[in-house]
């Protein structure tokens, strides 16, 4: 029964019975994945939340939804007679200015018109007469999809 030296048994100890803890070499990459899915799904729940913040009571149709490649231009005319472009509200004389400043591929630019189901047809029609005499020629209704179908 002898007593075994430091060097013997193969593990690093010190006097007092402890091993000794070596710098750690590699980088332990579990809580930063763990981050990254976290917010992975907080913005895939609140992606589609963030689409438009105009609020409007769309009519109804059982028109299929459309895809969209990129994010199109959106114009909303509210119940009162209120114009936005995506969220900034609007006069009815500078939607053309606007639309031609904020196009990125000229006048093929995709722009979808969102309309509350109490404004006047007149007031949809001013609008739409104005982006299509322009020049703009892609042009879509938005509607909410009908409850029955």
Sequence with gaps: MGMS???????SRNRRGRAKRQPMNEINMTPMVDVMLVLLIIFM????????GVPLQLPETNARALNADKQPITISVQADGKIYIQESEIPVDEVVTRLQAIAQTGY????FVRADQ???YGTVMKVIARISSAGFSNIGFVTAQD???
């Design 5 to 11: 030296s430091g060097a013997a048994g193969g593990s």
């Design 118 to 120: 109490a404004v006047e």
């Design 45 to 52: 729940v609140s992606a589609p939340l963030m689409t438009v």
């Design 147 to 149: 409850a029955q179908s």
């Design 108 to 111: 093929e630019e995709r722009i």
